[in-house]
């Protein structure tokens, strides 16, 4: 007597093809991972605080006085609103970049010396998330898509 097996490698074919299409082509990936990250950055400016929920340090006193006459009502981060509306997010073959443009972006995201003479402190006011957030994001988004990719959810 005799015992014979037959396995039909079709599904976990089709299987590794999907896999390895993911691999091939991430670009989905890396839209929804960089919009992930744009929308942590836009919710920081509405919370006004760190995409990790530490709240942005509050406006001196006399500057906020200042601030309150000219820009009633507008939030740390906002007078006219440029550096929020100018969020980005743009994905090449492998790579996601979030930010903005405006040249003071990178004073309010990590703080520094500022102004005539470099005369006045400007505190660190993250709006972008750390690299081990968006690390975090990443692994999540790249666990998603692989579970779509094997007939997951």
């Given at each position: 007597m005799s015992l014979k097996i037959t396995v039909d490698s079709t599904e976990v074919q089709s299987l590794f093809a999907r896999l390895?299409?993911?691999v091939a082509?991430?670009?989905?990936a890396l839209v929804e991972i960089g919009n992930r990250i744009l929308g942590l950055a836009r919710t920081s400016f509405e919370k006004q605080a760190s995409p990790e929920g530490v709240p942005w340090v509050a406006l001196n006193l006399r500057y906020a006085a200042w601030k309150q006459k000219r820009f009633p009502g507008r939030n740390i981060l906002q007078r006219r609103g440029a550096l929020l509306r100018t969020l980005f997010s743009a994905v090449s073959?492998?790579?996601v970049i979030v930010g903005s443009p405006q040249i003071y972006s990178g004073i309010h995201q990590?703080?520094?010396q500022a102004g005539r003479r470099l005369a006045t402190r400007i505190p660190a006011r993250p709006f972008l998330p750390t690299a081990e957030t968006a690390e975090k994001i990443a692994v999540e988004?790249?666990?998603?898509?692989i579970e779509q990719a094997?007939?997951?959810r």
């Open positions: 390895k299409q993911l082509e991430p670009r989905a073959e492998r790579t990590f703080g520094g988004v790249l666990e998603e898509h094997i007939g997951g």
